[in-house]
């Protein structure tokens, strides 16, 4: 029998992240814990009992999460702020929470790391893809191979409604002669087909969402 994939997922009380849950946690291929600040609440803890939920600060090293990530197969990092009012804001929400964790994988460990990047972002929020790619320099230089990087665009599911509207206008007007490839570039994807997309990846597969447009 396969061993078990082992999956620390960053951000897994999230929009995206729930989604994900929903996508592996009943496959036995995988073994899934939710770090996050929260620990996930009473809903998702009883909608997801086969996942561990655990609570902890990545700015304070404790025993329970260095563990727990050094030991994984595989960490996500779906820990997404998309407005922020000025780029050091959005580097103390996207880059300095995850340093401390950087640190212990580059010392010990063949943890591989899934960060989802940003493909194509609307001129205001350029700061939000600086700092993305900012990023993507850090785990290139301290994880090297071991990071995997995706870029999806808009990530729509109806739980989320604001987010399924606007792509059901992007989708249509995507249809219109002239416009589909300037639409295409969005890579607007349904929450479930992208969790299938991490999926694919996990399990050693390729994913169209790791070529940059």
Avoid: C
């Avoid at 086969?50 to 304070?60: E, F, I, P």
């Avoid at 996207?94 to 001129?123: D, E, H, M």
């Avoid at 290139?140 to 599911?157: C, F, H, N, S």
């Amino acid at each position: 029998m396969a061993s078990t994939i082992k999956v620390v997922i960053l951000g897994g009380s999230g929009f995206v992240g729930r989604g994900l849950l929903a996508e592996l946690a009943n496959d036995q291929r995988f073994a899934i814990i939710s770090l996050s600040r929260s620990g996930g609440n009473a809903e998702l803890r009883h909608k997801f009992p086969q996942v561990t939920w655990l609570q902890a600060d990545l700015q304070v090293p404790t025993v329970d999460w260095i563990s727990q990530v050094v030991q994984a197969d595989w960490i996500i990092d779906l820990i997404g702020f998309l407005f922020a009012k000025n780029r050091k804001t959005y580097r103390q929400l996207t880059i300095t929470p995850l340093q401390p964790l950087i640190q212990q994988l580059q010392a010990t460990g063949q943890t591989r790391f899934i960060f989802v990047s940003a493909n194509k972002a609307p001129f205001f929020l350029k700061n939000y893809v600086t700092v993305k790619k900012e990023m993507e320099q850090i785990l290139r230089e301290k994880l090297g191979q071991r990071t995997v990087l995706l870029y999806p665009g808009l990530i729509y599911d109806k739980d989320r409604y604001s987010n399924w509207l606007l792509a059901q206008v992007l989708l249509k007007l995507g249809k219109i002669p002239g416009l589909q490839q300037p639409i295409n570039t969005w890579r607007i994807i349904s929450r479930q087909m992208f969790s299938r997309q991490i999926r694919q990846v996990l399990l050693g597969k390729s994913s169209y969402l790791e070529k940059r447009i």
